[in-house]
Antibody, heavy 124, light 106 residues
Framework: QVYLHESGPGLVKSSEALSLICSVS??????????WSWIRQSPGKGLEWIGY???????YYTPSLKSQVSMSLDTSNNCFSLELNSVTAADTAVYFC????????????????WGQGTFVSVSS | DIQMTQSPSSVSASIGDRVTITCRAS??????LAWYQQKPGRAPTLLIH???SLQSGVPSRFSGSGSGTEFTLTISGLQAEDFSIYYC?????????FGQGTKVEI
């Protein structure tokens, strides 16, 4: 059974950086088939896909957040992380780490494993 | 970005009913469409991928169809545990985008 678990501060001050870690158990983050994503959910904007990172070093960040976002892998601890800089109230959301399973052609066959989510509030 | 539009936004149904949810993409996405179920306070779970493939462990009363720009999720014989919010998501082109959700309620 594969489990993902997000950890990080629940409260971040406006203009500072939000940092979250996703611990993965039951699967290796070095597997070719898995891309590791972050998704957030806020009442105003629904589900928003932030981007992914792959063991190969391949990353993609959604254009609207590209200037703020950075993702990295820690293979020693089988985890990956999200950093979102210069946060504002609009970044208040539940953040999910998610496994994106790809087929041999690199096509996504679904976001098949989700962490429980962690709520991050941005205060002024 | 590809915009995903679900209809209806909410639907009232009873146990045993057949429920159909539609998802429309703003441009053709082939069959790169997935459906998720989300219960209050929980993360979404994958029901269907590539338009019609049932994810392992998902009951067969869930089915999906469609290609191009129009897709449907059907629940045949609604059960009590199916009252949730359902989301579609495209993975044809980056960034992946989701529909706004459809709430299935009593």
């Amino acid at each position: 059974q594969v489990y993902l678990h997000e950890s990080g501060p629940g409260l971040v001050k406006s203009s500072e950086a939000l940092s979250l870690i996703c611990s993965v158990s039951g699967a290796s983050i070095k597997a070719d088939d898995y891309y590791w994503s972050w998704i957030r959910q806020s009442p105003g904007k629904g589900l928003e896909w932030i981007g992914y990172i792959h063991y190969s070093g391949d990353t993609y960040y959604t254009p609207s957040l590209k200037s703020q976002v950075s993702m990295s892998l820690d293979t020693s601890n089988n985890c990956f992380s999200l950093e979102l800089n210069s946060v504002t109230a609009a970044d208040t959301a539940v953040y999910f780490c998610v496994r994106d399973f790809r087929d041999e052609g690199g096509n996504s066959v679904g976001l098949d494993v989700w962490g429980q989510g962690t709520f991050v509030s941005v205060s002024s | 970005d590809i915009q995903m539009t679900q209809s209806p936004s909410s639907v009232s149904a009873s146990i045993g009913d057949r429920v159909t949810i539609t998802c429309r993409a703003s441009q053709a996405i082939g069959s790169w469409l997935a459906w998720y179920q989300q219960k209050p306070g929980r993360a979404p779970t994958l029901l269907i991928h590539t338009s019609s493939s049932l994810q392992s462990g998902v009951p067969s009363r869930f089915s999906g169809s469609g290609s191009g720009t129009e897709f449907t999720l059907t629940i045949s014989g609604l059960q009590a545990e199916d009252f949730s919010i359902y989301y579609c998501q495209q993975s044809n082109s980056f960034p992946w985008t989701f529909g706004q959700g459809t709430k299935v309620e009593i």
